[in-house]
């Protein structure tokens, strides 16, 4: 199996198990001292893993359509960007909607002891929509609760703010470059590093 191939089915795994909660199969694969930053959770992989089980425990499940990645290998490091369409069947205010976040995940993978697991996973957000399931619908937002929201995942956010969930409102997104591209340029300073290190040997 080619790297790109081992990579992107490492990814395909951790989603996979997060989609139809595998979370065995989801928390192996990170390695115990990763990160995972999102909207509404930081900390490690398991524990992320462990978030999502209680999410779901709730009736908070979502489905995540994945597109071609970009993939960038150096030595036994990888950085990975994988488009995705973050989908959730919700009940708002009463109505029934579909909701689907456009992002970009960042991963840092890293091979040790001959597999590729996950050290980092970031997001930065894109947009978002939100669509009544019936026609005609109207869904009674909190408009002045919306506005407080970060435009590049506003109606996401805002969706697990009415659930309960603390959200951290200054993610990068493509409404902050800035944030954005100081999370590609540490991703990439970190697959530079292991390049400096594995020609140091």
């Known amino acids: 199996m080619t790297d790109v191939a081992e ?12 989609d139809r909660g595998w979370w065995d199969q989801m ?12 909207m509404w959770f930081t900390g490690t992989g398991r ?17 995540h359509r994945l597109s071609v990645p970009s993939v960038h290998v150096t030595g036994r490091r990888a950085v990975v960007s994988m488009p995705m369409a ?11 909607a579909d909701l689907i976040s ?26 978002d929509t939100l669509t009544p399931v019936m026609p005609g619908d109207a869904i009674p937002l909190d408009r002045k609760l919306l506005s407080t929201m970060p435009a590049g995942y506003r109606m996401l956010a805002y969706y ?14 493509d409404d902050r470059p800035d944030l954005a591209d100081a ?5 990439f300073a970190w697959l530079n590093n292991n390049n400096e290190m594995e020609m140091k040997k």
């Open 7 to 18: 990579l992107v089915g490492v990814i395909a795994h951790e989603r996979e198990g997060r």
């Open 102 to 127: 456009y992002a970009r995940a960042v991963y840092r993978l890293e091979r040790r002891c001959g597999q590729y697991k996950i050290c980092d996973l970031s997001t930065i957000y894109e947009r």
């Open 183 to 187: 999370l590609l340029a540490e991703a």
């Open 47 to 63: 524990d992320f893993a462990d978030a999502s089980r209680g999410m779901a425990a709730r009736g908070d499940r979502s489905r």
């Open 160 to 173: 697990f703010v009415i659930r309960g969930y603390d959200i951290d409102v200054n993610m990068p997104s």
């Open 27 to 38: 928390a192996g694969c990170y390695h115990r001292e990763s990160r995972v930053q999102s």
């Open 86 to 96: 973050i989908e959730l069947r919700v009940e708002l205010h009463g109505i029934e």
